[in-house]
Every structure is written in structure tokens, then in C-alpha cells.
């Protein structure tokens, strides 16, 4: 099953017998390939998202409202989708290293194909990919070739998001579709699900979902109900991720890694309109310090991200 590298976090492996620690970058295609190599991904793959539930802890004031998407086939909606991640490494007492991911910018067209009705809840959007650039020159040429790239989201009634689909253009080099998967796993865990009871501003809930990613983790976002105006809402946001386990199991049988410390929390605000697939504005940063060992303690892995998302319009 595919998984998503939401964090940005380079993969320790641990070599039993050298307990050597190395870094690899987390779902970056077949590392035999060249970064510029065209990626070899089926035309279309399908990424399945957890479930996300919601607890309201205050229902705000009058007047309140249920507030469910309404996502009729055939609606379009243009935005920009920025990401970024800074990472920062340092194993044992070497120097530390700047292995930070470049900033993203995607301009998206989405058209909503097909509407939730009584039968399905949920709705299916398309999404265009084009124009993609970043400051990193490398990068860049490989984002060129990933033109005309698409996916696809199916959401619910809540805004959940419960699927994820990449459709990566036959020119896209792995850089450029790993640099693409990153910023769509970003998005897609930082979306924001609503309740089902009525709700008025200063209305208040939470949102569990398990993140499946290099680490199992929970993650728990508080939104708060901050303005609305008709069917826009301004929402703010505060999120938090705990590892399910102390124990890193890596990829690929690689061994494991003890679970030293995990922090990795931060805040933002997000627009969204009720009628509308995407977010109509917003900025959320989210970060923390980590640090890994091995069983025998021998070497020590310290890391210091921060994931950055914006929406524009």
C-alpha cells in the first residue's frame, strides 16, 4: 500500500554490523534511479487517508449551523498550493546538516467530477497540476518535466478527505514526483473536517486521524470557528503529532530505531468556502525536534524540522 512522506523526515538505517547510521530520503523512487531518471510510477496510483473524527468541545454562538460541503459536479476553483520543509541533522557529534527540502509552489485547477449524493457521500475533484516552480535550479527542470501532472481527492460531506490520487505526467523525473507527493501528503493531513452538529462562531472541535507515514503516529487538530461570512469560514487552527510506539520500525527491514524524543506541533489559520474544494486561503507551520537511537545506544540521530503549507487564491 502507498504511503505518503508528509514530514520531510530522512530515513536513518541502521547496518547491524557497522551500527552505522546513514540517511536516505523518504519516498524518492527506486534509489538505484537517478533523481532526473523518468519515474517508472503506474500512470495513476490510488493513496488511502485515514479516517478522521470529530469532537466538538464548544458549539459556539447563536446562531449555529450544520456545516457540510457542497460540492456540485462541474464546479471549478483555481488556487496555489505552497509547501516547504527545513530539516536539520545531526548524527551523533558530527557536524549538523542542512537537508532541508525547497519551497514548492504548485497552481492547481480544480473541477469537482463528480457530486456526493444519497447513494455515495462522498464527492470526487480533479486536479490539474501546471506551471510548477521552486527556487531550487535543479529541482525546476525536473518540475518541468512533471507538466500536466494531475490528482484527485475524494471528500466527504465533513471535508474529510479520505483518498489521495496521483497521476504523474510520463515525463516526471523522481525528484519532481517526490517533491509533488510531499507537498499533496502535507495537504491533505493538514485539511480540516467539520462537525456534524450545528455550530456558530468561537464554535470549537477536534480532529483525530492516525498519520500513516514513516512513523505511525496520532496527530490531534483543534480548530476554532474564528468568522463567517455566508458560506466562508475563517477557521483556526493548532495541531499536535505523538508517535504511536517508541520504537521506529525503518522500511525495507532495516532495523529499528528507539524513540528518544518526539515533538512536532504548530499553528495556523485556514479559509475555506463551503462550496469550494479546496482551501480558499490560509498558512500553517508545524514543527519540533526529534531525536532517534539505536537499540544499543551506540549513535544518536537529532533532527529539527519544520513544515510550512500556504493557500493562496
Not at 523518468?38 to 470529530?54: G, R, Y
Not at 456540485?72 to 527540502?101: F, H, K, N
Not at 478527505?161 to 491533505?188: D, H, K, M, W, Y
Not at 483543534?222 to 505523538?242: F, H, I, K, N
Amino acid at each position: 500500500m502507498p504511503q505518503l512522506s508528509i514530514s520531510g523526515r530522512r530515513v536513518p538505517y541502521v547496518f547491524a554490523a557497522a551500527l552505522a547510521l546513514v540517511t536516505v530520503l523518504t519516498s524518492c523512487g527506486d534509489p538505484e534511479q537517478s533523481p532526473d531518471t523518468p519515474s517508472a510510477t503506474p500512470t495513476e496510483f490510488t493513496v488511502p487517508v485515514t479516517v478522521a473524527t470529530v469532537e466538538v468541545l464548544d458549539a459556539g454562538s447563536e446562531p449555529r449551523q450544520s456545516l457540510r460541503m457542497n460540492l456540485l459536479a462541474g464546479t471549478t476553483q483555481a488556487t496555489t498550493l505552497v509547501t516547504s520543509t527545513d530539516v536539520r541533522q545531526q548524527i551523533d557529534q558530527q557536524p549538523v546538516q542542512d537537508i532541508s527540502s525547497p519551497e514548492v509552489t504548485i497552481p492547481l485547477n480544480a473541477v469537482v467530477t463528480t457530486a456526493a449524493s444519497p447513494e455515495n457521500s462522498t464527492a470526487v475533484v480533479d486536479l490539474t497540476l501546471s506551471g510548477m516552480t521552486t527556487p531550487d535550479e535543479t529541482l525546476q527542470a525536473a518540475l518541468g518535466g512533471a507538466e500536466g501532472s494531475g490528482a484527485g481527492l475524494t471528500v466527504t460531506e465533513s471535508g474529510a478527505i479520505t483518498a489521495l490520487r496521483l497521476r504523474p505526467s510520463a515525463g516526471s523525473a523522481n525528484s519532481a514526483r517526490a517533491a509533488i507527493e510531499q507537498a499533496f501528503g502535507q495537504a491533505v493531513y493538514r485539511a480540516v473536517a467539520l462537525p456534524t452538529e450545528p455550530v456558530g462562531v468561537g464554535a470549537r472541535w477536534v480532529v483525530k486521524q492516525d498519520v500513516s507515514s514513516e512513523i505511525q503516529l496520532d496527530q490531534t487538530t483543534t480548530v476554532t470557528v474564528t468568522a463567517r461570512d455566508g458560506d466562508r469560514l475563517t477557521l483556526a487552527v493548532e495541531l499536535s503529532q505523538s508517535p504511536q510506539s517508541n520504537v521506529w520500525n525503518l522500511a525495507g527491514n532495516a532495523g529499528t530505531l528507539d524513540i528518544d524524543q518526539y515533538v512536532m506541533a504548530g499553528s495556523g489559520t485556514m479559509t475555506i468556502d463551503l462550496n469550494l474544494p479546496l482551501p480558499v486561503s490560509g498558512e500553517l507551520s508545524v514543527g519540533g525536534d526529534q531525536a532517534y537511537s539505536d537499540p544499543d545506544g551506540t549513535s544518536v540521530i537529532r533532527q529539527s524540522i519544520t513544515n510550512n503549507i500556504r493557500w493562496t487564491s
